[in-house]
């Protein structure tokens, strides 16, 4: 397990201290500021450097041309690369960023239905299948324009800056995988693109993407054409699993029966297609596709209902299982973007220019991946003892302020479960595992009191 490293100045040197910013005290000054800023995510700038000396240097660095955001996350993908070994799930998504209509920024863009300025920032998270969060493999930062809707398809497919191209600028910038090690892209319904298919071919990358449109129209291995909701309906059922679903605001929380169905099938080039995909030649892409539907829903309720398709072998129910296994680590992208936005609070951030917001979320993109990181440790590994993570100052620390004897022969578990109850976490038996919220609470309360005790001279163990 590789952990990540909690002393916020260790990490800090760790993910920018190689970063190139055209001149070495930038880069001392980005790691300083960094360390601020993982010490306390949710903070403004002001609050994070604490005095006005060190406020004005990061105004400074941010401000500084050379200061971009490639320039401040190239090491940090490079490096997460590096630690992809064997399979390694890169999970695909977009979110919009938006800091409002009525705050004076230069050169954002227009956002939702023209309400608001920002931007559209499209990540790879890289992680493990069993649940380690390696870091970020790359990112695409993307600005809306005003054009007028294009009257067809074809139209659109012209336009350079359509939004589909993150997706391909983003496979482009992940590359090939090294030998030995195999990426497999997760995507939701947004990924499900031909053009995608053909790129993410050519750079030897597998995929598990969600179909948007299941009335497209598919060879089967028989050579017949049809729908695609047609064909799955053929597959005969290769068993079946139960999914606890939580309660939302539509419906109770409920126990999904699910049946698994799978198969083969043909995706032909579409008659609309870029100039890209002409001049690459690929006529079809051959793909496997499973189905998983929830059976004896209750009345009132949609059915969950998955239709994946997927470059894995799929021979049978264990490989059906395998692709479903990969797809339901989707939503820790969902949970990246909820550490950017709510526990680093970017779009809060009170800067003039998109240029200074760009490099602010390349290192606040870094620090989301820490915060994940806090809870994938506290489960990859969880009997490990915590000495071989953590320092053993913390851990004698936290005993002290949870009011525990002194022991030196903590688990991983018992730790992050620990300093999570100190952000807030209740730990009843119910309660499940801590989230990356309250464990970010309670690193950040360790934090200040290591602080205070390193600032009187004492000695924690």
Known sequence: MSGVVLDVNDWAEQQFASCTLGDTRRTRRLVRFAAQVAADPSGSTLRETENWA?????????????????????????ATRQKATKVCLILMDTTETDFGRFRQIEGLGPTGNDGGRGFL?????????????????????????????????????????????MWYDLVGQIGSPADGTQYVAICDRGGDQYELYCRMRQRRMDWVVRA????????????????????????????????????????????????????????????????????????????????????????????????????????SFSGAWRVIEYYEQRPLIEEFHKG???GCRLEERQYRTAGRLEALTGLLSIVAVRLLQLRSASRHQPERPAREVVPMKWILLLQRLRRHPPRRDWSVREFYR??????????????????????????????????GAEALGRKCG
């Open 54 to 78: 060190d406020l004005k240097a990061a105004y400074r660095l941010l401000g500084c041309a050379d200061v971009t955001f490639a320039a401040v996350t190239a090491p940090h993908y490079a």
């Open 121 to 165: 920032l499209h990540s790879g998270l890289a992680m493990s299948p069993d649940g380690e969060v390696l870091g970020l493999a790359g990112q695409v930062i993307r600005y809306r324009k005003n054009v007028a809707r294009q009257s067809s398809g074809a139209q659109r497919l012209r336009r350079a800056d359509r939004e589909s191209v």
């Open 212 to 315: 948007s449109q299941l009335h497209r129209k598919i060879v089967t291995p028989e050579g017949q054409k049809m729908p695609l909701d047609d064909y799955t309906d053929t597959l005969p059922v290769a068993g079946g699993y139960q999914l606890e679903l939580p309660a939302t605001k539509d419906h109770t929380a409920r126990t999904a029966e699910l049946e698994v169905r799978f198969g083969h099938l043909t995706m032909c080039r579409p008659p609309s297609v870029s100039t890209w995909v002409r001049q690459c030649g690929v006529e079809a892409v051959e793909m496997g596709v499973v189905d998983v539907r929830e059976v004896k829903a209750p009345a009132g309720v949609e059915p969950l209902r998955w239709v994946l398709y997927c470059s894995l072998p799929v021979q």
């Open 340 to 342: 950017l936005k709510t």
């Open 418 to 451: 620990e300093l999570a109850k100190l952000g807030g976490f209740l730990g009843r038996k119910r309660d499940g595992e801590p989230g990356w919220i309250t464990l970010w609470h309670g690193f950040y309360k360790l934090h200040l009191c290591l602080r």
